[in-house]
């Protein structure tokens, strides 16, 4: 399976984004998905994720309540909507693929990996 995230850029804090990341090569209706986000130098950092039907969402503690995490299995897609932006959200974002059906906080869970896609959010 190949993913390729989209919808990063350049905004102002409080402005809101939507993240795509939509797959090629396979099927993402069994898997489990999650966006995860890196500044430069640090860690890859959990953002959210849902399980294979949609039904289980999960979110860090710095997003929840302004991400929303969700996906199209028909479209073979998943989305961020990423709302009230901030500076400290800042970061490559980086949408992931697990092998199993529900998701995980661990970066070690998820097999399969897209090429990133930048936001950031100036004050």
């Known amino acids: 399976v190949q993913l390729q995230a989209s919808g990063g850029g350049l905004v102002q804090a409080g402005d809101s984004l939507r993240l795509s990341c939509a797959a090629s090569g396979g099927t993402l209706g069994s898997r489990a998905m999650a966006w995860f986000r890196q500044d430069p130098g640090k860690d890859r950092d959990f953002v959210a994720n849902?399980?294979?039907?949609?039904?289980?969402?999960y979110y860090a503690n710095s997003v929840r309540g302004r991400f929303t995490i969700s996906r199209d299995n028909a479209r073979n897609t998943v989305f961020l909507q990423m709302n009230s932006l901030k500076p400290e959200d800042t970061a490559v974002y980086y949408c992931?693929?697990?092998?199993?059906?529900?998701?995980?906080?661990?970066?070690?869970?998820?097999?399969?990996w897209g090429q990133g896609t930048l936001v950031t959010v100036s004050s």
């Open positions: 849902i399980n294979w039907n949609g039904v289980n969402t």
């Open positions: 992931a693929a697990a092998s199993q059906s529900f998701g995980s906080t661990w970066s070690s869970r998820y097999d399969h």
